[in-house]
């Protein structure tokens, strides 16, 4: 009995800390991504390859999800006034 309940707790507590991937179609702020799972190596990865070399521009970028198995994301733009959530299932943006 002991074993299927300490199961039965793993299970709950697994499925608990399971991160969102985002969702395809969709742009999203580091911030964002960092909110829904563990994004910070596809966002270094992302800037890199996008040739983004300053720090702060993880901070004020927008990424476009293409979605996938991994939720992959590419360097969409930098936003030189900061990035906006545009709030659950809608696109975020660069801010006026």
């Given at each position: ?10 299970a709950v507590l ?65 936003c030189a006034h ?15």
């Open positions: 009995m002991k074993t299927f309940t300490i199961a039965a707790a793993l697994s499925t608990s800390v399971v991160a969102d991937n985002c969702i395809g179609g969709l742009s999203y702020c580091s911030s964002s991504l960092l909110k829904k799972g563990n994004y910070a190596a596809q966002i270094n990865q992302a800037l890199i390859l996008a040739h983004q070399t300053n720090p702060e521009d993880a901070d004020k970028a927008l990424f476009f999800c293409e979605g996938g198995s991994n939720g992959n994301i590419v360097f969409t733009t930098p900061g990035c906006l959530d545009g709030g659950a299932g809608n696109t975020d943006y660069c801010a006026a």
